[in-house]
Antibody, heavy 116, light 110 residues
């Protein structure tokens, strides 16, 4: 059974940092490019960042470029998102997912709240 | 990286069919046959119901079907059921491991 389990969310002040983690199981981790997708309260889904299966290339939406860093540890089957200089508009549920996969890899999400 | 255009809401009676459109550009929907559709019930994570425009994962009823023409993809739900009431999102590959989602459509069963 495929599982993606996110953690690391919480309440942080504007300008602060958080590191999200996503532990995967049930599939060959290195074979799958993974993304972080977020959903602000009451809003739609937004793709945020992606990383190749081998970790050699990373991609971001413009609004987080330079503030967020995606990475992965293939020896630990874990995906990360380091979020710095957080803004109120980054408040959202963050999902670990592979949006284009045939299997529908998608975690249950971790909530990030940026507020003073 | 603009969101794909979807109608904000559609509704239908049980047993009827509804179709949700998803309009992008020649750089995303029009460029690739990698359009997925996700169903999301309140408070739950999205679930894949179609991938590669027309293909259903195992376990998804054949009431859900997809198509694409040019820059517009569509999801049709035939024989609408009460449990189909949810939000639906399209998602297209846009090259270089980048994806773009639709704004989402609320399906109401009246």
């Amino acid at each position: 059974e495929v599982q993606l389990v996110e953690s690391g969310g919480g309440l942080v002040q504007p300008g602060g940092s958080l590191r999200l983690s996503c532990v995967a199981s049930g599939f060959t981790f290195t074979n799958v490019a993974l993304s972080w997708v977020r959903q602000a309260p009451g809003k739609g889904l937004e793709w945020v960042s992606a990383i190749r299966g081998d970790g050699r290339s990373t991609f971001y939406i413009d609004s987080v470029e330079g503030r967020f860093t995606i990475s992965r540890d293939n020896s630990e089957n874990t995906l990360y998102l380091q979020m710095n200089d957080l803004r109120v508009e980054d408040t959202a549920m963050y999902y670990c997912a592979s949006p284009g996969s045939r299997k529908g890899y998608w975690g249950q999400g971790t909530l990030v709240t940026v507020s003073s | 990286q603009s969101a794909l255009t979807q109608p904000r809401s559609v509704s239908g009676s049980p047993g009827q069919s509804v179709t949700i459109s998803c309009t992008g550009t020649s750089s995303d929907v029009g460029a690739y046959n990698y359009v997925s559709w996700f169903q999301q019930h309140p408070g739950k994570a999205p679930q894949l119901i179609l991938f590669e425009v027309t293909r259903r994962p195992s376990g998804v009823p054949d009431r859900f079907s997809g198509s694409k023409s040019g820059n517009t993809a569509s999801l049709t739900i035939s024989g609408l059921q009460a449990e189909d009431e949810a939000d639906y999102y399209c998602c297209s590959y846009a090259g270089s491991y980048i994806y773009v989602f639709g704004v989402g459509t609320r399906v109401t069963v009246v």
